[in-house]
């Protein structure tokens, strides 16, 4: 009887993405240890949940690590930049997607 609640439970994460766990919003420099000179980036995750399945992001659909390795946290060509965040904006169409502002505010 367990296995099947468990199953209905991560059914309905993986179907309602929303429902998954984690914080509104991640400072992502703050979390990163991102040095630069733009202002740090406050990812809303919340808003990014509710419209995606967590495996777009993340390595497993429980949340935890990303799929990609940050490892160059400097100037434009940044992990998240090129590895990351634009990749997924232009594959989405995401009007601004590039502009600095979009995300630095």
């Not at 998954?20 to 630069?36: C, D, F, H, R, V």
């Not at 406050?42 to 808003?47: G, L, Q, Y």
Request: glycine letters at 8%.
């Amino acid at each position: 009887m367990n296995k099947i609640v468990f199953g209905v439970f991560v059914f309905t994460l993986s179907a309602f993405p929303a429902l998954a766990s984690g914080p509104a919003e991640i400072n992502l420099m703050e979390k990163y240890a991102i040095t630069g000179t733009k202002s740090a980036v406050i990812f809303p995750h919340a808003k990014h949940q509710a419209k995606l399945e967590c495996v777009k992001c993340h390595a497993s659909s429980d949340g935890g690590k990303l799929s990609i390795s940050i490892e160059n946290k400097t100037g434009v060509g940044n992990d998240f930049h090129k590895k990351f965040c634009w990749p997924c904006h232009e594959t989405m169409s995401i009007p601004k997607g590039k502009a600095c502002n979009t995300c630095h505010k």
